[in-house]
């Protein structure tokens, strides 16, 4: 390992991280081969080739370790299990399958976390709860193929509890405190085939209804906050022996102690940013961390920058050619679009990101971090239709 020579990397599933890929995978020389369901999905477009098949087929993942020659994730819901005979034969999977193993399910992550003595909030299964000392409000999460808050619930009360287990029909969750957070932060973090990690500038991050509407970079967070945080991602990044890029959600309560909300094992929303604001992309970094390269630099390339998601506000099937020129008409934004064809509320369809140069600099942290939530509300305020 190590040694081997990469000109093709395979990438499971077809999303806007994958598509995002394609840029700094040009500029490395890279091909990307692509396994994803469907034709109309964002990496089709930049992919060398596409296996078009479920994220969780192990035998169309068979088929793309034929055509490449190191396998990444864009999405970790994967059938395990079936991938492991792969590995086994010798298919290299970056990260590895073992190390993804305690962290698909939300349950065994958060179990794997505490174990290894990272702060995270309490929490339990429903079967022990009533042993144990929880009171409302509490949140509920489906173990499994959660995301962007599906399968999250904020619970108030023990009536509101057994009608949202009953409705889960018998799907496995997991129940934990909720925390009256101050604010939410993130941070992404890679490490390399030789054990070298480098972590990110950590965000904070706005997700009112579990979504995330707007990451800013910097998180105006002192010092030690940002140090304990590049702390506990190389401690988790090195203790899993992780070759790869994580994003790391994290919650800062107002009593200043930092909790571990979640793990993506993989490039995140979070992270977005880093396309146009830092030295490296969270992508690039993913590719040369999987491909074996000696990984970039994570600083920023401004004073700071903040990411809004636009997010879709209806079901449709638009392209909203018009809002996006309307975005693209002021210079300093910088407009992806993802090219999803299928719209609903919630659903992430592109984003913006700004950044504030460095002529800003004498900006105190407080104002810049005022700029930068104007900044948020003016590209909303173009997006979201009054
Ligand atoms: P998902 O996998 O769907 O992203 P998360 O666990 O990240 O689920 O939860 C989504 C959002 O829900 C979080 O970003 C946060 O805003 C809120 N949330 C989750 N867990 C808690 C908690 N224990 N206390 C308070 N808010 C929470």
Redesign the pocket.
Known sequence: MGQMTVKRVGVIGGGQLAWMMAGAAQRLGFDLVIQTPQKGDPAVSIATEVIFAPIEDAAATAQLSACCDVITFENEFIDLEALKPLETKGVCFRPSLGVLTPLLD?YQQRSYLQQIGLPV?KFTTLETLSSLDFSFP??L?VRRH???????F?IQTSQELEATAKSLNGVEVMV??????ER?LAVMAARSVTGEVVVYPVVE?Y??D???RWAIAPGDISTEIQAEIEQIATHLLTQLGVVGIFGI?L?LTPQGQVLV??IAPRTHNSGHYTLDACETSQFEMQLRAVAGLPLGSTQLNCLGAVMVNLLGYEYSQQDYLEKRQKLSEIPSFHVHWYGKTDVRPGRKLGHVTVLLEETEAILSPKIRQQQLLEIAQQVESIWYPS
């Open positions: 939300k909030p509490m949140v999460k959660g995301y962007d808050g599906q399968g999250t904020i934990e405190e909720f925390v009256p957070f939410e991050t997700q009112p579990q979504v995330c959600e919650f909300n979640e």
